[in-house]
């Protein structure tokens, strides 16, 4: 076969569709790496009913680059999620509390110690300690007991699970001679 006498305008053609081809064979890839969930964690601080509740809020925020959009690149939604903290002490690092699985509120569900996190704005929160001004306690919210937090200096480690892989966030959080807490820089 003589390949010399094809027809140019045929060439154009050729690269067009191998371009569009390319462009659909990329995307699933391209959703396989960038799809998967991204949770975020941060620490916060919120005033219920006169007393300062300290906790940690997880997201999964959406892919909003134009490329992606363009792509149709979505981010997955993120299955059976579930929290774990633990409490040591700042300067020596003994374990004050080894693992407190709290229930994760968000919005349009009802608290549950596993949940799913869709990729959206919605974040779903969790309380760690509340400090009562009337009693002048910092106190871990626990579900099983009230534990009494002394004054000092804690690391906080939070632990989020999603598809048997986990996410770490610390944060020093400080209880002061009053009893009041709050979250300091590392």
């Known amino acids: 076969m003589d390949f010399s006498s094809f027809p140019t305008h045929w060439g154009w053609v050729a690269l067009i569709l191998g371009g569009v081809a390319l462009i ?3 995307s699933p890839f391209l959703q396989m790496y960038f799809g998967r969930p991204k949770i975020l964690i941060e620490f916060v ?19 909003l680059h134009p490329l992606a959009r363009f792509l149709a690149l979505h981010r997955e939604t993120a299955e059976d999620v579930w929290v774990v903290f633990e409490i040591n002490e700042d300067k020596t690092g003994k374990v004050i509390v080894p693992a407190i699985f709290p229930d994760l509120t ?3 569900m009802p608290p549950a110690r596993r949940i799913t996190l869709p990729s959206s704005i919605r974040i779903a929160r969790f309380p760690i300690a509340l400090y009562n001004p009337s009693s002048k306690q910092a106190k871990l919210v626990d579900n099983a007991n009230a534990i009494v937090l002394p004054t000092g200096q804690y690391i906080v480690i939070i632990k989020v699970c999603v598809f048997g892989k ?14 009041n807490l709050r979250w300091s820089a590392n």
């Open 106 to 108: 968000r919005e349009d």
């Open 45 to 63: 601080t919120d005033w219920i009913d006169g007393s300062k509740l300290l906790g940690g809020q997880i997201s999964n925020p959406p892919l």
């Open 166 to 179: 986990k996410v770490l966030a610390k944060r020093c959080l400080t209880v002061y001679t009053d009893g």
């Open 24 to 26: 659909m064979a990329i």
